[in-house]
C-alpha cells in the first residue's frame, strides 16, 4: 500500500484516525468540510461574558480505552476528573448523594430512591443482578425488546427505574427508554463488565475539565503540526474513486481531486451518501445509514448572575420533564473565573420535542425548570445564553437498529470506515467513534 493517506471527516473519529496514521509515519490528508474540526465535539464562544463553554457537555467512562489512548496520543489525558459522587434532586427538595466509585457504587446500583423501602431495595438488587447475567448471557429476543419492557421483565421496581435506571439507559443511548433497544443497553452492559474485570476496577463516570477544543483538538493540531500532516478545510468530499479493485482518489465538490493510496473515511451516517459510490456494496452500506436514523439533543448553557447551589460538578433532576435531565456545574468542572456569571450547562437527550422549540422557549423551559429544583434559581437573572440543537446528533439506537452498523472493514482493503455508527463494543459515544478509528487504522496497517 502507498503513502498517500487521505481522511475523510475532522470529527473525533477523524481526528483520532489521523493522529495514529501519522504516529506510523504515513503521509495523511484530511479532510475538513467546515471550518474547524472536532465534527459535533467543539467549543464555541460567549462573547458577552467572554467565555468558551462546549456545544455540549460531554462525559467519560473511565472503561473508554481507545479514547484514552487518544488522549495520550495529543497530551490532554490529564484533563479527565472522575468524582466519588453525584446528587439526583426532586422537585420537592429531597436529595440524595449517588456514589459513583467503590463499594457506595454498588448501593447506587441496588437502588438509591428516598422512597424506597426494603422490599424495593431486595428488588432492585434481584433485578440488577438479573440485567447483568442477561447483559452478559442475552436472550435471543433481547434485540426485540425497548430496554422499557427489559426492565419490566426482570422485575425492576419503579423507585429504582425513577432515581437510575430510566435516565442511566437513556444517557448511554440517548433514546427514552419506551424506544430504546436493550440489546444496545446490554451490550455496553456487557462491555463495562468486561472493562472491569480486565482492569480491576468498576467502571464510572467522569467529565473533562477543560474545553472540548483544549481536550480533543489543540494537542492534535500539535501532532499534525509536528508530522506534516496536511489539514484541507472547507474540503467537502463527493465521491472516493475506486479502480481496479484500489482507491486512487478522494474527488472534492470543487471538482480537484485528492490522490489516495488508502482512505479512511470516517463521516456520520448522515453525510455517507455519494461517498461510496464505486464501492460494490454501497447500496447495503447506505440502506444501513439510512434505516439507522438520527436523535436529536438540545444543549443549553446558562449563564446566571448568581450560584445555583449545586453540590456535585453533575446533578440530575428526577421527575422533570420526562427526559434525561442533567445540570453541569462548570465551576466545580472548570474552576472558570466567576466574575461575570456563572455558567450551567443542561442537556437534553432525546429531545424530540424540545428540538423544534424557538431558542428564547428552550431557555424559558430550561429556567423553569431550574426553579423546580434550586431555590436561588428562582430569582437569578440569565446574563447570556446559547442554545445548541444538534437534529442529528447520533444516530438512533431503537428497536431493530441493533444489526445495522456496518463493520470498518469493505470489500476494498484500501478502503475503511469509521465513526460512532459503525460496528464497535459500545453506543453512540467517543468511545465508539475512537474505537473504530483504532480498528480502521490497524486494517490499513497490516
Known sequence: MGDRYVVIGGGLAGLAATVWLSEAGKNVTLLERRGQLGGRTHAMRAETVDD???????VIASGYQHLYRYLTSVGTRQHIAFPKSSTLRWPDGRKVTMQTTGVGA????????PDASWADRLRAARATLRLGWQALHQPADLAD?????????????APAREALWDWLALGIAAEPVARESAKVFANVMATGFRVGVKHRTPVTIGYPTVDLDTLYIAGALKVFAERGVDVRYRAVARKIRIENGSVTAVLL???????????????PNSNIGGLLDDLPEHPEIYAAADKLGYTPIVSTNLYLDRPLGTESAFEGLIGG?????????????HGRNTDRAWLYCLTTSGAYEQIHKSNDDIVDEQMALLRRYYPAARDARVVQAQVVKMPKATFSQVVGTDALRPPQQTSVPSLVLAGDWTATDWSATMESAVQSAAKAVDLLLK
Open 321 to 333: 420533564t420526562g427526559v434525561i435531565d442533567e445540570v453541569f456545574d462548570r465551576q466545580l468542572m
Open 106 to 113: 454498588i448501593r447506587t446500583l441496588f437502588g438509591v430512591h
Open 253 to 267: 465538490a470543487d471538482g480537484t481531486e485528492v490522490p489516495a493510496d488508502a482512505v479512511v473515511c470516517a463521516v
Open 52 to 58: 468558551i463553554p462546549d456545544n455540549g457537555q460531554h
Open 145 to 157: 425488546l425497548t430496554t422499557e419492557q427489559w426492565f419490566e421483565r426482570v422485575g425492576m421496581p
